[in-house]
């Protein structure tokens, strides 16, 4: 198929402009690669999202099997502590209260009393360590870093340091005068 463009006159200088070959047939294939690179695109972002989603899906089963794990091992220790509790414990515990009763002093506090101050003293500590840790620290005044003070060091140039203050041979003229008769000499 061929098209012809007629101008106003065909016997000008410019040159007849014709379409050759199936353009219509490379103008859809065109609308098709993009088309395809579009929906390629697409994909890739869909997939990125997908293995993005999956990775903090296995860091949130990993963090739930890591808390079912600690809590395993709590109910194991809290079956231990019970049955030390209720079995060789309660029957020394039984035999020291007697004894304590016997000298006239009173009984021992019970082991849930002594755990919960034990975990009250142990919580205490670590707060004050944890707020002593936040808190930055001032440095000491015999605390210097490469031998200098303390102080804020000066900003700028240190006094006396210019070059140009006094030169030691000054031009014979100025450069730039408003007096004429010394401009001409």
């Not at 198929?1 to 219509?24: F, I, K, N, R, Y």
């Not at 670590?126 to 930055?136: F, G, I, S």
């Not at 200098?148 to 006094?159: A, D, E, L, M, V």
């Amino acid at each position: 198929m061929s098209v012809s463009t007629a101008g106003p006159s065909a016997s000008s200088s410019h040159p007849v402009l014709v379409a050759q070959g199936d353009w219509t047939k490379n103008l859809v294939h065109l609308a098709k690669t993009a088309e395809l690179k579009k929906h390629a695109l697409t994909l890739q972002l869909h997939t990125a999202q997908i293995l993005s989603a999956h990775s903090n899906l296995d860091q949130k089963s990993k963090a739930i099997q890591d808390v079912k794990e600690q809590k395993n091992k709590a109910n194991e220790l809290q079956t231990k502590i019970k049955s030390i509790a209720e079995g060789e414990y309660a029957v020394a515990k039984a035999d020291v209260d007697r004894l304590r009763q016997e000298l006239g002093q009173e009984p021992l506090p019970s082991l849930q009393q002594t755990l919960e101050d034990k975990k009250a003293q142990f919580m205490n500590d670590l707060r004050v360590q944890q707020a002593e840790a936040t808190v930055p620290s001032k440095r000491s005044s015999d605390e210097f870093t490469d031998g200098q003070p303390g102080s804020k060091r000066p900003r700028g140039r240190p006094k006396g340091s210019r070059t140009n203050k006094k030169q030691k041979n000054p031009p014979a003229t100025p450069i730039f005068t408003t007096d004429p008769a010394q401009a001409a000499t």
